[in-house]
């Protein structure tokens, strides 16, 4: 095939570098890296480090040529990148094939935002300063943490950001403030409509498409480790893994639904 190569110089020198095309596994390096025969397409690129704001582009890759960028990152917060906003709608929400998803029924939401990555190690760590995950890398999505963890982290983020905090923690005792301007978990029907691609989407099995391949990491592609976010196809929405590589923590309470 026909390659070309990139080189990336970035400060901080400790930054992790991401480099990948639309469904296909990324290239990871910590630091300044010279991406030698990368076939001839286009890619896109992400530089992230701790207490620095991401920084994000993409480029065409020719063969024979040498693409080079010089990356310096900001100081500041930039946790989960981006967001995207998923305009207010109604959808059927549940199925019909397991017993803990009937029975459907109409649900109307409004506007709201969600990222469009999972939360990664790397911006995990600069809030919580805790590790201790099973599969280690800074790109690599957040797991093993709980749902009392995950809501300490939206506090303490909206905290870091000089946002109102959504939540009220008192021991096991937690309440949401939903008029509130910080940070918090999507309910499961905000999940569900993202996953589903918003007032537009199309009515896939997975999110984004039919194919599990294109869009979500699993076992049955040989993914027996979590993956970078964003190294398959998004949603509608342009939203990242939400079929695939980790589970995802709701606000809801996991219950069956009561028939009324």
Excluded at 67 to 79: F, P, Q, S, V
Aim: glycine share 12%; aromatic share 12%.
């Amino acid at each position: 095939f026909p390659t070309g190569m990139m080189n990336i110089n970035v400060k901080p020198y400790n930054s992790c570098v991401e480099v990948w095309e639309e469904g296909v596994d990324k290239y990871c390096s910590q630091g300044s890296k010279a991406f030698a025969n990368l076939p001839e397409g286009h890619y896109k690129w992400r530089v992230m480090c701790r207490g620095h704001k991401t920084k994000s582009g993409e480029v065409n890759i020719k063969s024979g040529q040498v693409e080079r960028l010089n990356i310096e990152l900001e100081k500041g917060t930039d946790i989960g990148g981006k967001y995207v906003l998923v305009e207010a709608g109604s959808f059927m929400m549940g199925g019909s094939e397991n017993r803990d998803e009937r029975p459907s029924r109409k649900v109307m939401l409004s506007d709201y935002y969600i990222g469009k990555y999972e939360i990664t190690q790397a911006e995990w760590e600069y809030v919580m300063g805790t590790d201790g995950f099973c599969f280690k890398g800074d790109s690599l999505p957040v797991e093993t943490v709980s749902w009392f963890d995950a809501v300490k982290f939206c506090n303490r983020l909206s905290e870091i950001e000089g946002l109102e905090k959504c939540y009220e923690i008192k021991e096991n005792s937690v309440n949401c403030n939903f008029n509130a301007k910080g940070y918090r978990l999507p309910t499961e029907a905000e999940w569900e409509f993202a996953a589903h691609g918003g007032k537009n989407g199309t009515k896939t099995r997975f999110s984004g498409c039919d194919d599990p391949f294109m869009v979500a990491v699993h076992a049955g592609c040989g993914a027996f480790s979590t993956r970078a976010g964003g190294c398959r196809k998004p949603n509608e929405l342009g939203i990242y893994d939400l079929s695939g590589n980790v589970c995802e923590w709701c606000w809801d309470w996991y219950g069956e639904y009561p028939s009324e």
